[in-house]
């Protein structure tokens, strides 16, 4: 099993940065992929952004050039860096890992408003 733990949530303004953070409890090298997904009110769950365990990263075409995903092996944790933020990039932010299950963490909101 794995324990995911986020952070990092807050409200924005618009063109404002946030990072959020996803503590692990186990080795990041053992987890093959990690990942952002994000749910806004009526939508549903979508994927923000993943890096695997080799280091290859890709993201949502809606958030390329905004966002980086980066990930600290001492630390085992996964961040994920937003930059130039909209207010469609609001939602709950959840944290993924994939070791033959899918694992999530509890959510961190998101808010970017003026």
């Known amino acids: 099993q794995v324990q995911l733990v986020e952070s990092g949530g807050g409200l924005v303004q618009p063109g404002g940065s946030l990072r959020l953070s996803c503590a692990t409890s186990?080795?990041?090298?053992?987890?093959?992929?990690m990942g952002w997904y994000r749910q806004a009110p009526g939508k549903q769950r979508e994927l923000v952004a993943r890096?695997?365990?080799?280091?290859?990263?890709n993201y949502a075409d809606s958030v390329k050039g905004r966002f980086t995903i980066s990930r600290d092996n001492a630390k085992n944790t996964v961040y994920l860096q937003m930059n130039s933020l909209k207010p469609e990039d609001t939602a709950v932010y959840y944290c993924?890992?994939?070791?033959?299950?899918?694992?999530w963490g509890q959510g961190t909101q998101v808010t970017v408003s003026s």
């Open positions: 993924n890992a994939w070791v033959g299950s899918d694992y």
């Open positions: 186990r080795s990041i090298f053992s987890i093959a992929l």
């Open positions: 890096i695997a365990s080799g280091g290859s990263t």
